[in-house]
């Protein structure tokens, strides 16, 4: 990344404290010209060359860089204990970009259960660019180190918990797998979050978010992020991806986005309260098969959900809709018909709940029940949300 030429506009003066205290404060950045607490959005796309052609300011281009998009990252970094951070302009082109950095012929591991629109490009996009992709059960830890190709895989990736069955990864065991077999660990923390869970903290190199979810979490900005634990050669190539194909957002969206990440703590913490609460009350309600949340004990993945997520299990469950007769998925479709309270609507890690019939968003290729309905927990009162699944679940 180009060097800041401000001194009071590097991390190094920025507010310390606990990671609470740098997200309220994104960073404490003041203004240096004007004392304002909120410093101005960069719009500019280009930049003027000082006399003796040089760049000294360190900007060139608003494809290449931005200095708005600089709190945001820094910010990131710092949250996720990263040596640097890149926003995007979604979190597909972040997580696109890490793949681009490969080269034709890498061989990557990726989950069975992933984000379904990166599972689509990863099976066709991404292998008919050449990238040699393997899909394996990450909750498995035997399955991953079978599936790894010592000095071939380039890189493992990882999604836990993994959307929208909340399967969940040991990170720590991923990425020793990963790293005996001379891979990279790349983690897709967007349902985590850094409240939650510090993925390179536990070993991996890089993690990806969605900022459009809990990072923002207003549904009103489309954005990404990576954090990287090293600035090194693989880093650079992301950037070079970034920087060539374009995929940043817009300083108007990063700024809303550092205005989001002040807030994170609250909402996350919240969301993962009530998660918990909806949780538990369905876990026996008559017209709910199964229940999908790693806070549950009887979760296959909950011993290492609590070990490796602090705080809580996160804002996000399932449940699958008992079949009345109809089939699956008309079960399910009908409960979301009823609510008055939730929204239907696709996207997560919002204020406001959403409810989401998954497979028809996925389509027929998808692992996904039928009869699964998502739910996103947003900060709404707890005793209205349960109230509101309940009437939907009594029928109409
Ligand atoms: N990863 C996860 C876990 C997601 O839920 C999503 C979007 O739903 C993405 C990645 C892609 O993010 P975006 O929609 O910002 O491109």
């Known amino acids: 990344m180009t060097d800041d030429s401000d001194p009071s506009d ?9 990671p609470q205290t740098l997200a309220a404060q994104a960073l404490g950045r003041i203004d240096p010209e004007t004392r304002a607490v909120v410093p101005p959005i960069h719009v500019a796309t280009t930049y003027e060359r000082d006399a003796d052609n040089q760049y000294r300011a360190g900007y060139v281009y608003g494809r290449a860089d931005n200095r708005t998009f600089r709190q945001a990252e820094d910010l990131l970094a710092a949250l996720e204990a990263g040596a640097d951070a890149m926003v995007f302009a979604s979190g597909m082109a972040a997580a696109t970009a890490v793949f681009q950095a490969l080269s034709p012929g890498d061989h990557v591991v990726v989950p069975k259960v992933m984000y379904w629109s990166l599972r689509n490009w990863l099976g066709g996009m991404a292998a008919g660019w050449g990238l040699q992709v393997d899909f ?7 399955a991953l180190a079978a599936a790894v190709k010592p000095g071939r895989t380039k890189l493992v990736w990882v999604e836990t918990p993994a959307n929208p069955l909340w399967t969940i990864t040991d990170i720590a065991a991923a990425a020793d797998i990963a790293h005996d077999a001379g891979a990279r660990l790349a983690v897709d923390s967007t349902v985590a979050t850094p ?9 991996a190199d890089i993690v990806m978010h969605s900022a459009t979810k809990y990072l923002n979490g207003h549904s009103d900005v489309v954005a990404g992020a990576l954090i990287s634990a090293a600035d090194d050669d693989f880093w650079q190539r992301i950037e070079a991806v970034r920087t060539q194909i374009g995929g940043i957002p817009g300083p108007l969206e990063i700024a809303q986005l550092v205005r989001g990440m002040r807030t994170l703590f609250l909402r996350v913490e919240r969301s993962c309260r009530s998660a918990l609460m909806i949780a538990e009350r ?25 070990r490796q997520m602090q705080s809580g299990f996160g804002g996000m469950l399932s449940v699958r809709v008992r079949d009345t007769g109809g089939g699956g998925a008309a079960a399910a479709i009908a409960v979301a018909a009823r609510v008055q309270v939730w929204i239907r609507a696709t996207s997560l890690g919002s204020v406001e709940s959403l409810v989401e019939h998954r497979a028809s968003i996925e389509g027929p290729a998808s692992p996904v029940p039928d009869d699964l309905l998502r739910l996103s927990v947003g900060i709404e009162d707890p005793d209205d949300l349960i109230a509101d699944l309940e009437q939907a679940l009594a029928g109409g």
């Not at 409240?195 to 070993?203: A, F, H, I, K, M």
């Not at 026996?284 to 609590?306: F, R």
């Open 10 to 18: 590097r991390r190094t003066n920025d507010t310390a404290g606990s």
């Open 195 to 203: 409240v939650l869970t510090r993925p390179l903290t536990l070993g």
């Open 282 to 306: 369905l876990a026996d309600h008559p017209s709910i098969a199964e229940v999908l949340y790693p806070g549950l004990p009887g979760h296959a993945g909950h011993a290492v959900a609590a």
């Open 136 to 142: 394996v059960d990450m909750s498995d830890m035997a």
